[in-house]
């Protein structure tokens, strides 16, 4: 870690405990793989007090990180977290310092980024909102969107309450590409990438090496495929990684995760980003071009399991297999190549008929518990799928279609994918026992904890990132039916 950057003790300031020599040392174990991210995401490290990077740059830890800038000449805030931490960074920022707040730069219109702005609003000087240009149309959106992004964050984060909001501080000005804000003694150069989103930016402070990359960087596998989101660029976020590696940052400050300090291992973090997602381009292109339908890429593309490895890329929140089909989204369109699936049948009626074939949907969900039995989860799945839609509201039914989900969301290794398989199973479970969902989510002590509202980004149950090799296979995974991985 270098000197350069060892917090010095406040000058002056509240008579707070300052725990950045702390939170520095914990986030160098994060970099070597013998922490994880838990603490930081879920608010250990939050409080009323910044974590001092520099004399001028002051780090706020949580589920969405903020950073603020002391110019000299007022603060300026990249990004700003979400509504409901909103009062607790506020007063953080004022501990760090009294200036006014000239300027927020939102890094992208995420709602747990840009929810924050409210109590600098209320103050006296009113900070300028500088953002992308997309992130008005993000925001139009949202408003118009807003019972579906209900639904399938309620799914992703097992929050079977979540309201998805309304309101939102619109920028008030933007740009397109580049754009350079000089503020005090600092220089802010706002560079435009598609990456997780199409209004995506990411923030170099040249005067002192300082590199905010919002959802660019985040601790984890790209979140480039995620299923139930807008488009994602991966190839565009690949090249936008080799450009931030090239400044030459000595900081990099995330917009989930811990700070990357020293230049060497912050131009590594980035580069093996890089590569991980050039390489699912490559693979993905090169197997499309062969004509392949989209089951046959998603099984054909593998990943190096030297990256998923790394502690700053493992798929505890998207994951490659998604990223595989996202490409296929961006690049082909939505028809997989199977010509039952151009125009189908109701899903319904297609499991009736199964069903009818096979003897019943209780044929289906013995068979379903003896492929779960045998190891081969994905395969169970599809005919517990197909039984309870044969049979909505068979009980036995429901209950086998409970296990099977239950097991999945147990097994994965990514949010996205132990989301849907919990909502999956709690909804099975609601039929068996007359309940409804958000009981059935609360009967565990995690789904309680996630019900309440701790969601999180990538929290895995293997710091170190035991999980990683299995992980790679999930992409090209081999055996009878694909479930050699989880």
């Known amino acids: 870690m270098s000197a350069s950057v060892v917090p010095e003790p406040f000058a002056d300031g509240p008579d707070l405990p300052d725990r950045s ?3 520095l040392a914990y986030a160098d174990r994060v970099w070597h793989g013998t922490a ?29 990180n903020s950073v603020v800038f002391d110019t000299g000449d007022g603060l300026v805030l990249v990004d700003s977290g979400d509504v409901l931490s909103a009062p607790q960074r506020h007063t953080a920022v004022r501990n760090f310092s009294a200036a006014r707040v000239a300027a927020v730069v939102l890094t992208h219109g995420h709602v747990d980024h840009v929810g924050g702005i409210g109590p600098f609003d209320a103050e ?7 953002a992308h240009e997309a992130v008005a149309a993000r925001f139009d959106r949202y408003r118009r969107t807003d019972g579906y992004n209900s639904w399938i964050n309620r ?3 097992g929050v079977p309450w979540l309201d998805w909001p309304t309101e939102y501080r619109y920028p008030d000005s933007s740009y397109r590409t580049r754009r350079t804000l000089r503020q005090g003694r600092l220089t802010f150069e706002l560079v435009h990438a598609r990456g997780e989103t199409d209004d995506h930016t990411y923030v170099w402070v040249p005067e002192l090496k300082v590199l905010c990359t919002g ?7 790209p979140n480039a495929g ?4 807008a488009q994602r660029y991966p190839e565009e976020w690949a090249a936008a990684l080799r450009a931030m590696a090239d400044l030459g940052a000595e900081v990099l400050l995330p917009g989930h995760g811990v700070p990357i300090v020293g230049a060497g291992r912050v131009r590594e973090a980035l580069t093996d980003t890089a590569v991980l997602l050039q390489t699912l381009c490559d693979r993905t292109r090169e197997l499309m071009n062969q004509g392949l339908r989209l089951d046959e890429v998603v099984r054909g593309v593998r990943v190096p399991e030297s990256l998923l490895a790394r502690p700053y890329l493992r798929p505890a929140y998207d994951e490659p297999e998604f990223v595989v089909r996202n490409l296929w989204r961006l690049w082909g369109g939505w028809y997989d190549q199977n010509p039952a699936h151009l125009k189908p049948a109701p899903e319904a009626e297609v499991a009736v008929e199964f069903a009818v074939a096979a003897g019943g949907a209780h044929v289906l969900a013995a068979r379903a518990a003896e492929l779960l039995a045998d190891g081969r989860p994905r395969l169970a799945a599809h005919l517990a799928e197909t039984a309870a839609l044969a049979a909505p509201g068979d009980k036995e039914v429901a209950r086998v279609r409970a296990e099977v989900y239950a097991h999945r969301a147990g097994i994965e290794t990514s949010t996205m994918a132990r989301g849907i398989f919990a909502w999956a199973a709690a909804e099975s479970s609601a039929v068996v026992e007359g309940t409804d969902v958000a009981t059935e989510l609360a ?21 170190a990132g035991a999980g990683a090799a299995d992980a790679a296979d999930a992409v090209g995974a081999g055996g009878r039916d694909g479930d050699a991985a989880p």
């Open 215 to 221: 959802d660019l960087f985040i601790w984890n596998t």
């Open 155 to 157: 799914k992703q984060f």
């Open 124 to 130: 006296e000087h009113r900070p300028e909102v500088v």
């Open 36 to 64: 994880g991210l838990e603490d930081h995401l879920t608010g250990v490290w939050s409080g009323e007090r910044l974590i001092r990077l520099r004399e001028e740059v002051g780090f706020c830890p949580g589920f969405a």
């Open 443 to 463: 009967r565990t002590p995690q789904g309680a904890e996630r019900a309440a509202g701790r969601v999180g980004v990538g929290l895995a149950d293997d710091p």
């Open 226 to 229: 995620n299923p139930q989101k």
């Open 21 to 23: 020599p702390e939170y």
